[in-house]
């Protein structure tokens, strides 16, 4: 049994599957890319290593906007921490998390 699919449904479905991307690769969105470490020292690229540091937590109730020693940036953006240099991710996680 061979089954064709005419060019008009090809489009069709090809239409349907391109206007719904930006809909599903918005849900496993994690907040910003605050992986970059340029300009860190070693010393502070250990410490960030050594805490455990994480882009997006494990931990459900956990997450560093949530943390005493986080400072938000601008939406959508990278925060601080006293901690630990570099961008820090509101929705990351490291040992040093201590709830607000």
Do not use: W
């Not at 008009?8 to 910003?32: E, K, N, T």
């Amino acid at each position: 049994m061979h089954d064709k699919i005419g060019r008009r449904v090809l489009l069709q479905r090809s239409l349907i599957v391109l206007a719904a991307a930006p809909v599903f690769g918005a849900c496993g969105s994690s907040g910003p890319d605050c992986s970059s470490t340029a300009g860190l020292d070693p010393t502070a690229l250990a410490n960030r290593t050594a805490q455990g540091y994480m882009e997006v937590s494990n931990r459900a109730a956990s997450h560093c906007s949530s943390c005493r020693f986080y400072t938000a940036g601008a939406p959508d953006s990278c925060g601080t921490c006293t901690l630990i240099a570099g961008p820090i991710n509101p929705n990351g996680y490291c040992n040093l998390f201590s709830a607000a």
